[in-house]
């Protein structure tokens, strides 16, 4: 567990609670699917799965490794990636992501603005032949 003052070092240098908790998830996520740490892991460090991966997260947060994304940014990400998802060819495409399995991750909210999106490309394809 962590001491006191490193979790108000933490909620500060991140800018609140839920802000820390959701940058904490979502770096477990990414290296719990293969990506490398940004920080040295101790050799004498006894700690496996779920707790090795929080405590690589907090140590890449305190260090100014990670940081949240601002919303802007977010926002900008996702109009990539819808746009990269569309096929040029007018068929219909799942977004697979690439060949070799790498494709954009999509969290929570950001899912739904896709599936909204999707559901006006569907209409507008549907409504053509009127």
């Given at each position: 567990?962590?001491?006191?003052?490193?979790?108000?070092?933490?909620?500060?240098?991140?800018?609140?609670?839920?802000?820390?908790?959701s940058?904490?998830?979502?770096?477990?996520?990414?290296?719990?699917?293969?990506?490398l740490?940004?920080?040295?892991?101790?050799?004498?460090?006894?700690?496996?799965?779920?707790?090795?991966?929080?405590?690589?997260?907090?140590?890449?947060?305190?260090?100014?490794?990670?940081?949240?994304?601002?919303?802007?940014?977010?926002?900008?990400?996702?109009?990539?990636?819808?746009?990269?998802?569309?096929?040029?060819?007018?068929?219909?495409?799942?977004?697979?992501?690439?060949?070799?399995?790498?494709?954009?991750?999509?969290?929570?909210?950001?899912?739904?603005?896709?599936?909204?999106?999707?559901?006006?490309?569907?209409?507008?394809?549907?409504?053509?032949?009127?």
């Amino acid at each position: 567990m962590l001491d006191i003052t490193t979790e108000e070092e933490l909620v500060q240098l991140v800018g609140g609670k839920f802000k820390l908790t959701s940058l904490i998830q979502k770096r477990i996520v990414e290296l719990n699917r293969g990506a490398l740490p940004l920080v040295e892991e101790e050799e004498n460090d006894e700690l496996t799965g779920m707790s090795r991966l929080r405590k690589i997260a907090i140590k890449e947060i305190l260090e100014g490794k990670i940081e949240l994304a601002e919303r802007e940014e977010l926002d900008q990400a996702l109009q990539e990636a819808v746009i990269a998802d569309k096929p040029e060819d007018g068929e219909g495409s799942e977004g697979e992501g690439d060949e070799d399995g790498e494709g954009t991750e999509v969290y929570g909210s950001d899912i739904k603005k896709i599936k909204e999106q999707r559901i006006k490309e569907l209409a507008a394809l549907l409504n053509q032949k009127k």
